[in-house]
């Protein structure tokens, strides 16, 4: 769950992913593991905030090496 003024993340998402249907999504989240299961966001394409810039290179390896 991402709050922006116009759009929130799940739907920019999906729609991104209707024009790009291979596009990977990484979702930058302050929201608990929890409220983020609840949202029906596949945990491995989110990292949770705070987070290094360690973590975040990992976490796009990681998706990229998935695909």
């Known amino acids: 769950p991402l709050v922006m ?3 929130g993340g799940r739907e920019l998402a ?3 992913l209707d024009l790009q249907p291979t ?24 990292l949770q905030q705070p987070y290094r810039q360690t973590g ?3 976490k796009v390896r990681e998706m990229l090496d998935a695909a």
Do not use: C, W
């Open 5 to 7: 003024p116009e759009i």
């Open 23 to 46: 596009m990977k999504a990484l979702f930058l989240s302050s929201y608990d593991d929890e409220t983020i299961r609840q949202h029906r966001i596949n945990q491995q394409f989110v």
């Open 14 to 16: 999906r729609r991104l």
């Open 56 to 58: 975040l290179i990992g």
